[in-house]
């Protein structure tokens, strides 16, 4: 059965001749919020299972939906919390409801063990699949976070208390690493990567660190020995310094 409902703001009832039972809900435009209903319920989607067991059960000719009252869009939860507390229809003998506060359902409820449970075997043991693992990649990437969000993560990891189990479980998954292929790899690219930002860092100062000009007459490139590292910018003046101090070193050796 369609249902024409205006375009407007408002209190409905989804109401079910089958059962005598009804939904509560509001809404900016009251059709749209119905079609959305019709949507999600024909496809078995809806997010209500309460609701959407009914429908699969008595069919869509069972159901109906009414303005209850208009209302403006800023009082749309204030007059819905009044009607969910005057019908109750989250009672399972009322109606399809599952939460008893308008626009948060699960407020001030919990989930069972046994629905715990459930959800936790539903979901072990299943695998993202290759696409979706690169869309959640792509989502994060670039992503920066303030200084405020760093700092309560930073608080929240050390007041986390760590179980003996865990702790046992990092120390034999760090002991397993020592000396393996894998880290000395991750130390060779740690050890390149520090001596490219040196190597940057040097390159961008204006004086090296001794206090000598970097200037077109003290300013030496030598490639380094690593394929990797690229050119390396040396002082002149320190290399002079260097050479002058060795062979003096020599000419006291051969005197002695």
Same mark, same amino acid.
């Given at each position: 059965m369609?249902?024409?409902?205006p375009?407007?703001?408002?209190?409905?009832?989804?109401?079910?001749?089958?059962s005598?039972?009804?939904?509560?809900?509001?809404?900016?435009?009251?059709?749209?919020?119905?079609?959305?209903?019709r949507?999600?319920?024909?496809?078995n989607?809806?997010?209500?299972?309460?609701?959407?067991?009914?429908?699969?059960?008595?069919?869509? &000719?069972?159901?109906?939906?009414?303005?209850?009252?208009? &209302?403006?869009?800023?009082?749309?939860?204030?007059?819905?919390?009044?009607?969910?507390?005057?019908?109750?229809?989250f009672?399972?003998?009322v109606?399809?409801?599952?939460?008893?506060?308008?626009?948060?359902?699960?407020?001030?409820?919990?989930?069972?063990?046994?629905?715990?449970?459930?959800?936790?075997?539903?979901?072990?043991?299943?695998?993202?699949?290759?696409?979706?693992?690169?869309?959640?990649?792509?989502?994060?990437?670039?992503?920066?976070?303030?200084?405020?969000?760093?700092?309560?993560l930073?608080?929240?990891?050390?007041?986390?208390?760590?179980?003996?189990?865990?702790l046992?479980?990092?120390?034999?998954w760090?002991?397993?690493?020592?000396?393996?292929?894998?880290?000395?790899?991750?130390?060779?690219?740690?050890?390149?990567?520090?001596?490219? &930002?040196?190597?940057?860092?040097?390159?961008?100062?204006?004086?090296?660190?001794?206090?000598?000009?970097?200037n077109?007459?003290?300013v030496?490139?030598?490639?380094?020995?690593?394929?990797?590292?690229?050119?390396?910018?040396y002082?002149r003046?320190?290399?002079?310094?260097?050479?002058?101090i060795?062979r003096?070193?020599?000419?006291?050796?051969?005197?002695?």
């Amino acid at each position: 059965m369609r249902i024409k409902l205006p375009q407007v703001s408002g209190v409905y009832q989804i109401y079910c001749l089958a059962s005598q039972k009804c939904y509560i809900g509001s809404a900016t435009n009251l059709r749209r919020r119905w079609f959305s209903h019709r949507w999600a319920l024909r496809r078995n989607k809806h997010r209500n299972q309460h609701l959407q067991n009914a429908w699969n059960k008595y069919g869509e &000719t069972m159901f109906d939906c009414v303005v209850i009252e208009h &209302t403006n869009k800023d009082q749309n939860l204030s007059r819905e919390q009044y009607y969910l507390d005057l019908l109750c229809p989250f009672r399972p003998e009322v109606g399809y409801n599952i939460g008893k506060v308008a626009g948060a359902a699960m407020l001030g409820k919990t989930h069972s063990k046994e629905t715990r449970a459930r959800m936790g075997d539903f979901r072990r043991g299943k695998k993202l699949s290759p696409e979706t693992c690169k869309q959640m990649s792509d989502s994060q990437k670039g992503r920066k976070f303030s200084h405020e969000h760093v700092a309560k993560l930073c608080i929240g990891q050390k007041a986390r208390q760590r179980s003996e189990q865990e702790l046992a479980q990092c120390r034999e998954w760090g002991l397993s690493r020592k000396g393996t292929k894998v880290e000395a790899e991750r130390k060779r690219k740690q050890v390149v990567t520090l001596k490219k &930002t040196m190597a940057e860092k040097r390159n961008k100062a204006t004086h090296c660190k001794h206090g000598h000009p970097w200037n077109s007459d003290n300013v030496r490139f030598q490639k380094s020995k690593r394929s990797d590292m690229g050119k390396i910018r040396y002082c002149r003046t320190c290399m002079n310094l260097r050479a002058a101090i060795s062979r003096m070193k020599r000419r006291e050796s051969q005197c002695k």
